[in-house]
């Protein structure tokens, strides 16, 4: 049972990456991302990496997501997306994403009511997470965090209003 419910995550995670890499629309692709990222942490859950799920939703849903919802708000669309915007509103624009959200909240509530006993694996300490974060990998931690700083400041000089002399 947890292998139909591992490749039925993964399917959500394979559908809405699709979906946001072929959706023209920013705030659709990043509610997609959001989706993908969480059928991702439900991967990790069902492979018995329990803290790597945890930091899927914590750091990646969470943080990083809120970041980019912070540089689409920086782009300041204006006045003339207001019809856009309602359009986007209508149910129909909803359902992909309802249904496969319904799929994962669905296979969360039967792995932790008890329907599915917890994968084995070994559980994962934030020390052991800190120390080899911060011993090998303390050189790719600190590019990433770079690269992160330079992409936010980038969107912010490339977003902002021509100022005229």
């Known amino acids: 049972m947890l292998q139909i419910l591992f490749y039925t995550a993964a399917l959500v995670a394979v559908i809405s990456t699709v979906l946001v ?9 990043l509610l997609y991302l959001i989706l993908s ?8 859950y069902l492979m018995g ?25 920086m782009l300041n669309l204006g006045t003339q997306t207001l019809d856009q915007e309602r359009r986007w509103l209508e149910p129909s624009a909803w359902r992909w994403p309802t249904a496969m959200a319904t799929v994962l909240l669905i296979e969360f509530l039967y792995v932790f009511l008890g329907g599915g006993r917890n994968p084995t694996g070994h559980i ?42």
Do not use: C, D, Q, W
């Open 37 to 44: 990222l969480i059928a991702s942490a439900v991967v990790f």
């Open 124 to 165: 994962v300490t934030p020390k052991e997470v800190g120390i080899t974060l911060l011993g090998p990998y303390v050189l790719a931690v600190e590019l990433a965090s770079m690269l992160l700083l330079a992409g936010l400041v980038a969107a912010y000089h490339l977003a902002r209003p021509e100022v005229r002399r």
């Open 49 to 73: 990496a329990y803290f790597a799920a945890l930091l899927e939703i914590i750091i990646y849903a969470g943080a990083i997501m809120v970041l980019f919802l912070f540089v689409v708000m």
């Open 21 to 29: 890499i072929t959706n023209a629309n920013a705030v659709h692709a």
